[in-house]
């Protein structure tokens, strides 16, 4: 090095003596390795060098020689030594290709963290990747940044990928150049959402006037299912999930369950729910069932006649007429012997009752009180009598009061009289009067008692008694009742016709006789002590 000799830079000079010093070697001149010259040159080291680098450019695949010389810049001549750092001799080349270890497979999370293979001669690394939406994310690692010194490297980018399929790949490089892209390594994003928020209700939201309502409200995309619950003032009556397609949700879901609400104020409300947990329940919202009570079924008012006929002198036959279909038929067998004179029916229970008069020689005898059934078969309840314990052994005529159901006779003789108790069996006397009445019956309201003697019609208002009308000359009225219109009936003795006298119009005529009118219900008899107007209410 020709700026440190023995004349310059002395200090840093050592003169290893070879050859003899100061002697000028031809061999140094003329001989310094020439081509294709293996002698052996001799030289000396002094301990003071430069560090050279020189490079070349390579053909991969073909064989390459290198000859290095060095010559003192004052002479030019090539008498100096190399010294090749060890694996220092080499071709630089660009890197293999890595393989992506990782991710792979289906990831409950976007933030993954990818790994692939070390390279020994790569120095930096190029992660890209690709998400479902076609984002590219790309990102240059070097060696020491993604700790490849194990053999693998890693890093976790904050890239948020979107839900679906998504690739890795990775590039080596160094100074000479990159690698291929490693082959893709695909994966899955699949990150459950949130639980979903609270919906909102539509309806029902008013008064309905049916009892099974249909619910609807706003679909969510995050949810797919959802719980209905439906309360009133007492609590809980119904709940219910229901899956986004059982609830047939578009926009809106709705749903109708099977269950009749009672008639009330109530409210409602519905949870949302998918697969990381149930979310809020949405505001309630109430509703009013107010269902009109179903209308009353059609009834249908049945009414028929029943009276006594009087064969003989004391032979009995209940009888039954029906306007309707223009019938009569004996009721009950003969009762031979009971003189049967008086017939009403119980406003409430519909059971008919008859009394025995003065010429009874069977049954239970003079002034007994009978139920008829059904079938017209009598049973006995017994003797009317006074409150002193006399008995009452000639009753013309009965009528209960429709107003307070109790029962009022006629005792020939004696005059008015009432009962109170059936079971008792006891009569008070109202209206002493020593004149025969043939029968009597009450209006509809139970206000006013009508009463029939031989030939007159009169009226009893609870405190006197007036007359209405009088019968045509040579007639005898025995038989009276009340229709359900206030249309009073009677039977004339001899004669087979049932009388009508509409109480709303005037019952008389103007010579003063009632304003009879000859009735359409059929009867075969003519001798009728007593009558019985009896409708049924039925369901057809």
């Known amino acids: 090095i020709n700026t440190v000799n023995n004349q310059s830079y002395a200090s840093f000079f050592k003169d290893n003596a070879y050859p003899t010093p100061g002697v000028y ?56 030594a190399v010294f090749i750092q060890g694996k220092s001799f080499a071709a630089l080349v660009p890197p293999a290709a890595t393989t992506v270890i990782s991710p792979q497979g289906t990831l409950a999370h976007n933030l993954p963290t990818y790994t692939w293979y070390a390279v020994p001669t790569a120095t930096t690394y190029q992660l890209q990747v690709q998400d479902v ?8 690692y070097t060696s020491d940044e993604a700790g490849c010194a194990s053999g693998t490297c890693s890093a976790t980018p904050n890239w948020p990928l979107s839900n679906g399929t998504a690739q890795s790949s990775v590039q080596t490089a160094n100074s000479s150049g990159a690698s ?44 797919t299912a959802y719980q209905l619950q439906v309360t009133d003032a007492s609590g809980q009556l119904f709940t219910q999930w229901y899956t986004t397609a059982e609830a047939s949700c578009t926009d809106i879901c709705t749903v109708t369950p099977n269950l009749p609400l009672p008639n009330g104020a109530q409210q409602w409300q519905v949870q949302t729910s998918n697969t990381s947990g149930v979310g809020t329940w949405s505001q309630p919202l109430a509703f009013t069932i107010a269902v009109p009570p179903p209308p009353l079924p059609p009834v249908v008012t049945t009414c028929k006649l029943y009276g006594v006929q009087d064969n003989g002198l004391n032979d009995s036959q209940l009888f039954v007429s029906d306007p309707e279909s223009n019938t009569t038929q004996d009721f009950g067998t003969l009762f031979e012997g009971y003189d049967l004179e008086a017939l009403d029916i119980h406003p409430l229970t519909k059971e008919l009752y008859v009394a025995s008069s003065r010429d009874a020689q069977s049954g239970a005898g003079k002034g007994a009180l009978y139920k008829v059934s059904t079938t017209g078969m009598l049973s006995s309840l017994g003797h009317l009598h006074w409150a002193d314990g006399k008995p009452i052994q000639d009753i013309s005529g009965l009528a209960f009061n429709p107003n307070t159901n109790l029962l009022w006779g006629w005792a ?115 001798d009728i002590e007593g009558l019985a107007w009896v409708c049924v209410i039925v369901t057809p």
Not at 133 to 140: I, M
Request: charged share 15%; glycine share 6%.
């Open 25 to 80: 070697s031809t061999e140094y001149a003329y001989q310094p390795c020439h081509a294709n010259n293996h002698t052996p040159y001799q030289t000396e080291f002094d301990g003071f060098t430069t560090v050279l680098t020189a490079t070349a450019k390579v053909t991969p695949g073909k064989t390459h020689h290198i000859k290095l010389a060095i010559a003192d810049r004052s002479d030019y001549s090539l008498d100096s």
């Open 180 to 223: 291929p892209w490693s082959a893709p390594l695909p994966f899955t994003i699949a990150v459950p959402p949130p639980p979903p928020g609270a919906t909102t209700l539509l309806t029902p939201a008013t008064t309905l006037t049916n009892n099974l309502p249909t619910y609807s409200w706003n679909a969510l995309t995050t949810a």
């Open 412 to 526: 020939e003789g004696r005059g008015l009289f009432r009962v109170t108790d059936i079971e008792e069996m006891s009569a008070e006397l109202r209206w002493a009067n020593p004149i025969n009445y043939g029968d009597l019956t009450w209006n509809r309201a139970g206000t006013y008692l009508y009463l029939v003697s031989d030939d007159e019609l009169l009226g009893y208002d609870g405190e006197r008694v007036m007359p209405l009308c009088y019968l045509p000359e040579g007639n005898k009225a025995e038989g009276l009742t009340m229709t359900d219109h206030d249309t009073l009936l009677m039977s004339l003795h001899g004669q087979k016709v049932i009388y009508a006298l509409d109480t709303a119009q005037p019952l008389t005529q103007p010579d003063g006789q009632c304003a009879l009118i000859p009735s359409t219900i059929p009867t075969m008899h003519d």
């Open 133 to 140: 939406t076609g984002k590219l994310f790309t990102q240059q």
